[in-house]
């Protein structure tokens, strides 16, 4: 059973859509990772969120870490071709183990 | 700028063999751990290590031992491969692996076991 669960698992848009991915769990963290990997290559870091209720922009993408710091969302703006890849969102607790979800596949059409 | 540097890139075994994937970071990062992925199930825990000297069991540590000697390296043996261990291993580090600090991953090792 994944402490964090994502949704949707696969998402295809065409170029200039938006987009969002959710991260969600019953458990509290005290602090939210998102990552994008591209095939081949290991998992790097977007951001990473601290504070209940936290926005952070990174150009066209908007991380929120939810109120009770138990989930988040990454929007995506106007997709890009390069957005393409696997979005893993992880949570962070006080004990050296950080959590990952599954992943959702994005796939953004020229 | 290494960063994490994992070896080998691809590997195969047969069912009983042993081997060690490496792992070794240039940050002076305290943390380091290995993760195995898996298609559908993210990435899991297997071992981490908070500095040298320390190790700790994660999620998945059956079949694995670690060891870190030095703040650099960060390696993990596969005592007795079996089919079960087909996947591909991630090393990462981080500056203390509490929380705020995101981690930074190696490029990953794939092993297959035949």
């Known amino acids: 059973t994944q402490l964090l669960e994502q949704s949707p698992q696969f998402l295809s848009i065409q170029e200039g859509e938006n987009l969002t991915v959710y991260c969600n769990s019953s458990?509290?963290?005290?602090?939210l990772q998102w990552y994008r990997q591209e095939p081949g290559e290991g998992p790097v870091l977007l951001v990473t969120v601290v504070t209940g209720g936290e926005v952070k922009k990174l150009k066209r993408l908007t991380f929120q870490f939810g109120d009770a710091r138990k989930d988040s969302s990454l929007h995506i703006t106007a997709a890009q071709p390069g957005d393409t890849g696997l979005y893993l969102c992880a949570g962070a607790k006080r004990d050296y183990k950080l959590s990952f979800g599954a992943g959702t596949t994005v796939t953004v059409r020229a | 700028n290494a960063g994490v540097t994992q070896t080998p890139k691809f590997q195969v075994l047969k069912t009983g063999q042993s081997m060690t994937l490496q792992c070794a970071q240039d940050?002076?990062?305290?943390?380091m751990s290995w993760y195995r992925q898996d298609p559908g199930m993210g990435l899991r825990l297997i071992h981490y290590?908070?500095?040298?000297?320390?190790?700790d069991q994660g999620e998945v540590p059956n079949g694995y031992n670690v060891s870190r000697s030095t703040t650099e390296d960060f390696p993990l043996r596969l005592l007795s491969a079996a089919p079960s261990q087909t996947s591909v291993y991630f090393c990462?580090?981080?500056?203390?692996?509490?929380?705020?600090?995101?981690?930074?991953f190696g490029s990953g090792t794939r092993l297959t076991v035949v």
């Open positions: 290590s908070v500095g040298a000297g320390i190790t």
């Open positions: 940050m002076n990062h305290e943390y």
């Open positions: 458990s509290v963290f005290s602090s």
């Open positions: 990462a580090s981080s500056r203390d692996g509490r929380s705020n600090y995101g981690y930074t």
